[in-house]
């Protein structure tokens, strides 16, 4: 069978392993695949996809987006020129494709089987939908980008019951909220997720880490950054040599938010802000801290928490806001859930942690 994966969505040169492993996986049972990426993806898929020993997967790259997108309008801009060039990136193959899998639910996603259906080159389309998008009330940032979304999500969603072969998401909960979206049930299976175990487990610990503790995600107050810090402060009080890593990025005034309130709340001596950190760097530093913090708000924003899964992995407790999208994931005590908006639970079980080594040790093993 001929699949073109599309994944237009990206404005930063993130690693691609989930991509990487469903490609390469299809491609080693015999399947012809296709991979459509905007430029700024292109070397980091090919690097990824060369380690692999498979030849039948061929990366297609839309030409002139090769710019970092890091503003509401700039990631506007950047998608609608992609809108644009996605047919004529689609036309310099002739290629017929039997499915074609929207990586997300973004439009730049859904559009290229919309167009291939359009002028019959595409039988199926397949959505991977893991994350829906929340009511603009329930989330904080800018607030006309957080309608846009929101609306965009809808007409995904509507756009899926008319012309979607299948939808694949990942949670029970994300189930439930897809069916009170209007998706029809019959088309949706939850597939669930998972790690590249092997490539957390082939990097070794440093024993010399200046890291007590760490998080990973985006940078953004949905992920609970904002809290993140207000509880730090009252960890140095107490631990004044407490030391924090943040790795991730964002939108640029997010960012820059982010490092005012570090300044603001004077963490310059305790919170280091890494950006964007690749593997394995970023598994050195998970496996050489000593506790991971994760207090995403927005039981919509998460889908499964693969931070969360690589920090376990690596062998850290974890603290997490108690979402329900969490119920079911994650059985283990190791990660400890808190009220969420609870700074005061968060501060007393991150003080514990730190301090009682056999308590830490336990949830660690």
């Known amino acids: 069978m001929k699949f073109l994966y599309v994944n237009l969505g990206d404005n930063i040169p993130y690693t691609y392993d989930k991509i990487v492993g469903r490609v390469t996986n299809w491609a080693d049972q015999g399947h012809e695949i296709t991979v459509l990426v905007p430029q700024i993806s292109q070397f980091a898929i090919e690097r990824e996809v060369a380690e692999h020993t498979t030849k039948n997967i061929q990366v297609i790259t839309l030409p002139g987006t090769n710019w970092l997108s890091t503003s509401p309008l700039k990631i506007m801009i950047a998608y609608l020129f992609r809108l644009m060039v996605t047919p004529y990136a689609l036309l310099s193959t002739e290629k017929k494709y039997d499915v074609v899998i929207s990586n997300s639910a973004f439009l730049v996603d859904i559009f290229p089987p919309m167009f291939l259906k359009l002028i019959s080159r595409c039988k199926d389309w397949i959505l991977i939908m893991d994350s829906i998008v929340p009511s603009p009330r329930s989330r904080q940032g800018n607030i006309l980008v957080n309608h846009l979304t929101y609306l965009e999500s809808v007409f995904v969603g509507k756009l899926a019951n008319i012309y979607a072969s299948c939808i694949f998401t990942v949670n029970p909960e994300l189930k439930k909220q897809m069916l009170e979206r209007g998706i029809r049930s019959k088309l949706i299976k939850i597939s669930g997720n998972g790690l590249f175990i092997n490539n957390i487990d082939k990097v070794k ?104 899964m690589e920090a376990l992995a690596c062998g850290l407790p974890a603290i997490s806001y108690d979402l329900p999208i969490y119920s079911n994931i994650y059985k283990t005590d190791s990660l400890i859930k808190v009220k969420k908006n609870d700074l005061l639970a968060v501060e007393r079980e991150v003080i514990s942690i730190l301090k009682d080594r056999k308590r830490r040790e336990s949830f660690s093993k």
């Not at 001596?269 to 970023?282: A, D, E, I």
């Open 205 to 308: 610990s440093s024993k010399n880490s200046q890291f007590d503790a760490v998080y990973q995600g985006r940078i953004t107050p949905n992920k609970g950054v904002i809290d993140l810090l207000y509880v730090w402060k009252a960890v140095v009080k107490k631990i004044p040599s407490a030391a924090l890593a943040v790795m991730g990025t964002g939108l640029s005034e997010n960012i820059l938010n982010f490092e005012k309130k570090v300044i603001e709340l004077k963490l310059e001596n305790n919170v280091k802000y890494l950006g964007f950190t690749n593997r394995p760097r970023k598994y050195e530093i998970m496996k050489g801290s000593k506790l991971f913090i994760y207090l995403s708000k927005v039981n919509a924003d998460e889908s499964w928490g693969i931070s969360l």
